[in-house]
């Protein structure tokens, strides 16, 4: 297994895993990723094995504690000297699930944050989730303002 940066040269195979495990409304867009990948590469990470993409997490840095809707279409946003590391996709491929492999690439982003002295990570979730991501430290701030996809999304939040 390998944990490295995203290029946009991984831009089709990165699309293809995320519209496997997000549904239309939810999924991010080939332009979204292209832009996401040019603004924040250094915080864009893919696991790997033997050359093959198993999965991948992405979000920019910011000073706000919560995702605002429109920072899944704004890379430009991106605040490298941000307080936050956001969360705006984590996604495994089918076929390696309910292996630890999303857990895994959490974990690097929790890390990497630490690293990078960053105040805290934050995320939106459906409700189902919740109890996944508190098993990862993370903690419910409470049903979010995001809209994205028309869904029901819930704030969540580490501390570092």
Not at 25 to 53: G, Q
Not at 99 to 109: I, P, S
Request: proline share 2%; charged share 25%.
């Amino acid at each position: 297994m390998t944990i490295r940066n995203a290029t946009l040269a991984d831009l089709e195979a990165i699309h293809s895993i995320e519209c496997v495990c997000f549904p239309e409304n939810e999924a991010a867009s080939l332009a979204s990723f292209t832009r996401r990948l040019t603004v924040f590469p250094n915080h864009f990470w893919l696991l790997e094995t033997e050359d093959k993409l198993i999965g991948f997490i992405n979000g920019m840095v910011t000073d706000s504690d919560t995702i605002q809707d429109d920072m899944f279409e704004q890379a430009e946003l991106h605040d490298e000297q941000g307080r936050w590391q956001s969360v705006f996709g984590l996604a495994v491929s089918p076929d390696y699930r309910k292996q630890g492999y999303a857990e895994l690439l959490v974990n690097h982003l929790i890390d990497r944050a630490k690293q990078q002295n960053r105040k805290g990570i934050t995320l939106t979730c459906k409700a189902r989730l919740i109890p996944y991501y508190e098993k990862l430290g993370f903690y419910n701030a409470g049903l979010s303002k995001s809209a994205h996809g028309g869904e029901v999304w819930y704030d969540m939040k580490l501390d570092l």
